[in-house]
C-alpha cells in the first residue's frame, strides 16, 4: 500500500467516524474529492450545500451542481449575497473571514434542521501555509477539516481526484472573485461582474489558468508565464483589448510576473492562523 492510498484510507475512516455530516461543497478541487468519498463511505448520511453567490463564477456553481446529483447526494442550495454582509464590500484584509463566517451560519442553520452533527469543509494541508482569515471563521464555528486530518495535500488531493475518475482533478483553483480585488478596493456587484467576464474571455481565447486582477479602470492580466508569448499576437491582443473595453476597462496591462495564486496576499505578513487540533472533533 502506497503513502498515498494509506491517506485516503484514513479520510474514510475520519468520515466514517462523523457521519452523518454536512459537506461546505463549492465545486472545486478539495470540496468535490471530500464529497464524493463521502458520498462513497456514507451514503445518505452525506450532505452537501452550496451558496449561490456573485462572489462566484457561475461555472464552479453549475459544475458543483452536476456533480452533486452525479454522487447522488442530497444537495442544499442557498442564495447568498456576500456584498450584503456589513464591512464585506469595504475589502478589509480579513474580508474571507466574514465571508467563511456567512458560509458557516448558513451551513450550522441548515444541518441542525437536519439534526446533522458536524460539518466540514475541503481545507487542505497546504491550506496551513498561506493567509487565510477564514480558517479562523472556521474554528470558531467548529468546522472540521477531515483532508487536514489525513495530512492531504493539493497535490495529494489531485492525484488522487483523478485515479477516482473525477473531472475536477486538474481543474485550476478558483478562489471568490472578490480575491481579484486590492485590499481596500470596495467590491461592487458591477465589478465583480467586470472580473467575470474578463476571465471567461481569456478562458475562451485558451488562457486555461487565468486571473482579472481588478484596478479600477485597469484590468491586469495574470496567466502562467509560459504563455505571456502569445500576447505578442496582434489578434490576440487586439481581441483581448476590444472585449475588455466592452466590459468598461479603459486599460488593459500584463503582469509580466506571470499567474501565481494569492498574489495580492504578498504584501501582507503571513497571518497566525492555525487548525484547530484535532481533538476539537471530539468535542464537537
Known amino acids: 500500500m502506497t503513502e498515498l492510498d494509506r491517506k485516503l484510507d484514513r479520510l474514510r475512516e475520519i468520515l466514517r467516524g462523523l457521519q452523518p455530516v454536512l459537506v461546505a461543497y463549492s465545486g472545486g478541487v478539495d470540496s468535490t474529492f471530500l464529497l464524493q468519498v463521502a ?5 445518505t448520511n452525506a450532505v452537501a450545500l452550496t451558496t449561490k453567490s456573485p462572489t462566484a463564477a457561475d461555472d464552479d456553481f453549475d459544475l458543483a451542481v452536476t456533480l ?5 447526494v442530497a444537495h442544499i442550495v442557498i442564495e447568498a449575497n456576500e456584498l450584503d454582509i456589513p464591512g464585506y464590500a469595504a475589502n478589509p484584509t480579513n474580508r474571507c473571514y466574514f465571508c467563511k463566517t456567512n458560509l458557516y451560519e448558513i451551513c450550522a442553520t441548515e444541518a441542525a434542521k437536519r439534526g446533522i452533527p458536524h460539518i466540514v469543509d475541503g481545507a487542505n494541508l497546504d491550506d496551513l501555509g498561506d493567509y487565510r482569515p477564514g480558517l479562523t471563521a472556521a474554528s470558531e464555528h467548529r468546522i472540521l477539516h477531515p483532508l487536514v486530518e489525513a495530512e492531504l495535500t493539493k497535490q495529494d488531493i489531485r492525484d488522487l481526484s483523478r485515479t477516482l475518475g473525477l473531472p475536477t ?3 485550476p483553483s478558483s478562489p471568490c ?5 486590492p485590499y481596500g478596493t470596495t467590491i461592487t456587484l458591477e465589478s465583480l461582474r467586470r472580473v467575470a467576464g474578463g476571465e471567461r474571455v481569456l478562458q475562451s481565447l485558451g488562457f486555461r489558468e ?9 484590468a491586469r492580466l495574470e496567466v502562467p508565464a509560459q504563455e505571456i508569448g502569445r500576447f505578442a499576437d496582434e489578434a490576440v491582443r487586439t481581441e483581448i483589448v476590444r472585449r475588455f473595453k466592452n466590459l468598461g476597462f479603459l486599460y488593459v496591462a500584463v503582469d509580466l510576473q ?4 494569492g498574489s ?6 503571513k497571518s497566525a492562523d492555525t487548525i484547530p487540533p484535532t481533538a476539537d472533533r471530539r468535542e464537537s
Do not use: M, P
Open 39 to 43: 458520498a462513497h463511505e456514507l451514503g
Open 210 to 218: 487565468c486571473r482579472v486582477r481588478y484596478h479600477g479602470t485597469i
Open 169 to 171: 482533478w486538474d481543474k
Open 264 to 269: 495580492l496576499n504578498e504584501g501582507l505578513r
Open 68 to 72: 452533486a446529483r452525479e454522487f447522488d
Open 258 to 261: 506571470g499567474f501565481r495564486s
Open 177 to 181: 472573485l472578490s480575491s481579484r480585488f
